[in-house]
């Protein structure tokens, strides 16, 4: 899976699967915890997880940390984790308005990109705190 090929959640941690950096926080990513603030694209837009199981939905979003420098290529370039998951935060800004991504939110450390409150080149656009230490994404999958 390339970026340019990235349409949906589960694309994007395909993607990031394939670098080495595990995602998390999604269904197809080892489930989702009860921990996010309600209606949350992790819950598919449910309050909960178990309304997004009720109502058979998927979840939207996922969750990145890349703790490990040893276990992939990936950090080894980075000092700390905060330095990697930053750079990560923009290479995916600039994904998103190079290839089109349906990208509705992308949090961390301060900066914060959500669809409607501008493009993805003007981040930060809407702070969002409470993601310092780890990478939140959120997509709706799109069918282009």
């Known amino acids: 899976m390339r970026l340019r090929e990235v349409r949906s959640?589960?694309?994007?941690?395909?993607w990031?699967?394939?670098?080495?950096?595990?995602?998390?926080?999604?269904?197809?990513f080892g489930g989702v915890h009860d921990v996010h603030t309600t209606g949350s694209l992790h819950y598919g837009g449910a309050?909960?997880?178990?309304?997004?199981?009720?109502?058979?939905?998927?979840?939207?979003?996922?969750?990145?940390?890349d703790t490990d420098p040893m276990d992939d290529g990936f950090r080894k370039d980075f000092r700390?984790?905060?330095?990697?998951?930053?750079f990560l935060y923009f290479r995916l800004l600039h994904a998103a308005e190079k290839f089109g991504w349906p990208l509705d939110e992308l949090f961390f450390a301060g900066?914060?990109?959500?669809?409607?409150?501008?493009?993805?080149?003007?981040?930060?656009?809407?702070?969002?705190?409470?993601?310092?230490?780890?990478?939140?994404?959120?997509?709706?999958?799109?069918?282009?």
């Open 47 to 65: 309050p909960n997880v178990a309304e997004m199981r009720r109502r058979g939905l998927k979840g939207k979003a996922l969750d990145v940390n």
């Open 16 to 28: 990031l699967q394939s670098v080495g950096i595990t995602p998390s926080e999604h269904p197809a």
């Open 80 to 86: 700390t984790e905060r330095e990697a998951l930053q």
């Open 9 to 14: 959640a589960v694309d994007l941690g395909r």
């Open 111 to 144: 900066f914060g990109y959500i669809k409607e409150e501008g493009r993805p080149t003007e981040a930060p656009n809407h702070p969002v705190p409470n993601h310092e230490n780890h990478l939140h994404v959120a997509l709706t999958e799109s069918d282009f």
